[in-house]
């Protein structure tokens, strides 16, 4: 299906497959380190047991796509049966989605992860991985519930590293998936994390983030 929506993209704005195509794994070609974008997203129980997903994709004032994707930012909405079945955040032209939920279900976020190298990632793609933010939206329409979505990304077979952030409609049903390409080598949730919440930006959990851009420590203090 990716395929075909690339296929139609360049039918309607006159960029050749091959361009439109480039620009849907720009993620596989920029996600390799050391520099990262600045992602935060944060799932919350408030004293009822309601859950609540809040999440930020920024690349950052002054960064060179930053004014071009404000303005390319769109909300679709696909229908079923007359009702909004899934609603995801994404960019004009990409295909894949990196925010997004399931109405009644569950929500699920990608957050870059600095891992792997240029090679890699392009050799992936080419054996039929797809890149996360294609597998999020796939994911989006076939999951069942949340604890198959989170079973789907434990497993996806993906190009490239990534944080998987998703939530259900109970308390604690809230987790951090970090995958090392097609392995996920942590599985994170809010009982795990801050008894209440969790957090993740762009670096390992487990890992003290670099001073310089400890967005992290700046969240948990807001949240506590």
């Known amino acids: 299906p990716f395929k075909g929506e690339i296929k139609s993209i360049s039918a309607c704005t006159g960029l050749t497959f091959i361009e439109v195509a480039t620009a849907n794994f720009f993620y596989d070609i920029s996600a390799r380190g050391p520099d990262t974008f600045g992602c935060t997203g944060i799932i919350a129980n408030d004293p009822s047991g309601t859950v609540m997903h809040g999440r930020n994709l920024d690349f950052g004032t002054g960064a060179i796509l930053t004014p071009s994707l404000r303005n390319a930012t769109i909300n679709i909405d696909y229908m079923k049966g007359g009702k909004v079945f899934v609603k995801y955040t994404g960019f004009a032209g990409l295909v ?42 796939k994911a989006l329409f076939e999951a069942e519930d949340y604890n198959d979505l989170v079973k789907m990304l434990q ?57 310089k851009d400890d967005r992290r420590a700046t969240a948990v203090a807001g949240m506590n």
């Open 96 to 137: 894949g989605a990196w925010t997004g939920q399931r109405n009644g279900l569950f929500t699920v976020e990608g957050n870059e992860r600095t891992d792997g190298t240029f090679e890699e990632n392009v050799r992936a793609i080419s054996e039929g991985r797809l890149p996360p933010s294609m597998y999020l939206k």
């Open 155 to 211: 497993n996806a077979e993906i190009s490239a590293s990534v944080y998987y952030i998703l939530s259900g409609t109970t308390a604690d049903e809230g987790t951090v998936i970090t995958k090392n390409g097609s392995v996920a080598i942590n599985t994170w949730t809010i009982p795990q994390a801050y008894k209440w919440y969790i957090v993740e930006t762009n670096y390992d959990h487990w890992k003290q983030p670099p001073a």
